[in-house]
């Protein structure tokens, strides 16, 4: 499968993004996504999970309550809803795909996903 992520950009301290991640070339709704980012001299970092389904979710707790993953399986896409947006945000976001399970040791780390998207910039300013 292959993974698109756009919606990252710059934007002032609280406010929201979107970011959409597409997939193409595999049965979308047989992945578990993963979001993930990565500050510049930082260690990739879990962010959010969803199930196949969309029926389960899962956060770090430095974004719990600011953001949210979703996901349209007929549109092939899943989504991470940022808001109250902190400078501490800033970083370089990812998607990410398994057909691995939903619940596994690995689920939260970054080599629980075979597959990933090239990365969209999100610049929070102060």
């Known amino acids: 499968v292959q993974l698109q992520a756009s919606g990252g950009g710059l934007v002032q301290a609280g406010g929201s993004l979107r970011l959409s991640c597409t997939a193409s070339?595999?049965?979308?709704?047989?992945?578990?996504m993963g979001w993930f980012r990565q500050a510049p001299g930082k260690e990739r970092e879990f962010l959010a999970r969803i199930s196949w389904s969309g029926g389960r979710t899962s956060y770090a707790d430095s974004v719990k309550g600011r953001f949210t993953v979703s996901r349209d399986n007929a549109q092939n896409t899943v989504y991470l809803q940022m808001s109250s947006l902190k400078p501490e945000d800033t970083a370089l976001y990812y998607c990410a795909a398994d057909l691995r399970a939903y619940s596994r040791d690995t689920s939260n780390l970054p080599n629980g996903y075979s597959y990933w998207g090239q990365g969209t910039q999100v610049t929070v300013s102060s």
């Open positions: 070339g595999g049965t979308f709704s047989s992945y578990v």
